[in-house]
């Protein structure tokens, strides 16, 4: 929770400072501000923004380039306000071409994120790892992230840009022109590499020899599931897990919503039950009525405190 809080550091600051420690760094996917702060109480470094779960949890639409610019970079406010984690976000395709890009990178800067990842695919693009997906050529994909890189430069320095491609997984779409991609957008300025797909242990593995950069994976989808020591031993710098939070809500929501309709308001008394063992059991203190408290006490009149006396309802405890 922000509220009064601050960081010494900017965020691009903090996200370099991970990024050069031995990896891999393993950021989970949060889709709002809620799950963004259970990540961080959970004691994640780091946090990323879904572009699939932002589309639906926003929108209740998939991951078809159906959020705009102002709705993607609204949702990275939010989550970046929200905790004191540097946040990595889906940028998509930079919402158009290497102009758009530059305004893209300028919107998420002043969003407070401390990195975005750009894709090659043609607009209006598609969840990387849902067949149909196509890709604009290597030059010009290789211009906005030279767009991306002077954007940046002229505000933020360290904001942290990965360069996407999603050539493997295109129509008849090969590893080695992914490869290559990645190694021209690395040259054109980005940070990290990011192919997007690899399907099989083998294909992880020559993007990890063949890239010439540090390599940003996203363990999902059709992607192989690896390990924290199998990753440092390939050399993978950052790895993502984007679904990770949504996948458990929509489970854990869906389970509920089922009991609720087959057991009615006893369900309600279960999951009160479940919840009074859980460490988040206290919403009222999760949610930060604490910090409100500790506040109000340091700049209201004394006499608005007495609200708190002979008062039925949850009594917050001053929190720093």
């Given at each position: ?150 954007a940046r430069a002229k505000l933020d320095p360290d904001f ?8 493997r997984g295109a129509h008849d779409g090969s590893l080695d022109e992914a490869i290559d ?140």
């Amino acid at each position: 929770m922000r509220l009064g809080l601050g960081q010494s550091k900017p965020p691009t600051s903090r996200l370099r400072e991970l990024l050069a420690q031995p990896g891999p760094l393993v950021v989970p996917g949060c889709y709002n501000a809620l799950s963004a702060r259970i990540l961080e109480g959970a004691g994640f470094p780091a946090l990323y923004m879904t572009g699939y779960g932002t589309s639906l949890a926003m929108l209740g639409l998939p991951d078809a380039g159906l959020a705009t610019l102002t709705e993607m970079a609204l949702n990275a406010k939010f989550i970046a306000a929200a905790t004191g984690l540097p946040l990595i976000a889906d940028a998509d395709t930079g919402h158009g071409n290497a102009l758009n890009v530059i305004r893209t990178v300028e919107e998420f800067i002043r969003a407070g994120a401390a990195g975005i990842h750009l894709e090659d695919q043609v607009a209006p693009k598609r969840c990387g790892h849902v067949a149909g997906r196509e890709v604009i050529p290597r030059a010009e994909a290789a211009r906005k992230i030279a767009a991306a890189a002077d954007a940046r430069a002229k505000l933020d320095p360290d904001f942290v840009i990965i360069a996407r491609t999603d050539a493997r997984g295109a129509h008849d779409g090969s590893l080695d022109e992914a490869i290559d991609r990645a190694n021209a957008y690395l040259d054109a300025g980005a940070d990290l590499a990011f192919v997007e797909g690899p399907a099989s242990l083998a294909e992880v593995e020559a993007v990890c020899a063949r890239v010439k950069g540090p390599v940003f994976y996203n363990m999902t989808g059709i992607s192989p599931r690896l390990t924290e020591a199998e990753m440092a031993s390939l050399g993978i710098a950052v790895c993502i897990l984007p679904s990770f939070t949504l996948r458990a809500t929509v489970m854990a929501v869906h389970d509920a919503a089922v009991a609720l309709r087959e057991q009615g308001t006893a369900a309600q008394r279960a999951l009160d039950e479940r919840l009074a063992k859980h460490p988040l059991g206290n919403l009222h203190d999760f949610a930060g009525f604490g910090r409100v408290r500790a506040l109000e006490a340091c700049y209201l009149p004394a006499e608005a405190m007495t609200k708190y006396e002979n008062a039925l309802g949850h009594q917050p405890q001053a929190a720093d």
